[in-house]
């Protein structure tokens, strides 16, 4: 089992900045690909950004590309996603996950999951 806790969510004005973080608990966070995911209201989940087991592979999507980047430090046990020039589209629930690689795009493809951290963008 993997706890994952997420936080460093609030409210930002259009433009600005924000880091979230995810702490994993449990059993080993270098054996699992790790992403993010967000979920505005009335839409699916969908795919943020996952970094490979050792940090040395990324991918995001392409709204958020040059704007978010995702990084790793094994040694923490954590996950984060730097988000800037963020945009009221970005408001949502954001989630990190974890999962054995094998679809790292896809909801499915992970099998650890926080409670969410809510990211408001402001106008």
């Known amino acids: 089992q993997v706890q994952l806790v997420e936080s460093g969510g609030g409210l930002v004005q259009a433009g600005g900045s924000l880091r979230l973080s995810c702490a994993a608990s449990?059993?080993?966070?270098?054996?699992?690909?790790m992403g993010w995911f967000r979920q505005a209201p009335g839409k699916e989940r969908e795919f943020v950004a996952a970094?490979?087991?050792?940090?040395?592979?990324?991918d995001c999507a392409d709204s958020v590309k040059g704007r978010f980047t995702i990084a790793r430090d094994n040694a923490k046990n954590t996950v984060y996603l730097q988000m800037n020039s963020l945009k009221p589209d970005d408001t949502a629930v954001y989630y990190c996950?974890?999962?054995?690689?094998?679809?790292?795009?896809?909801?499915?493809?992970?099998?650890?999951w926080g409670q969410g951290t809510q990211v408001t963008v402001s106008s």
């Open positions: 996950a974890a999962g054995p690689g094998d679809w790292p795009t896809i909801v499915g493809g992970y099998d650890y």
């Open positions: 449990g059993r080993t966070f270098s054996s699992y690909v």
């Open positions: 970094i490979s087991r050792s940090g040395g592979g990324k």
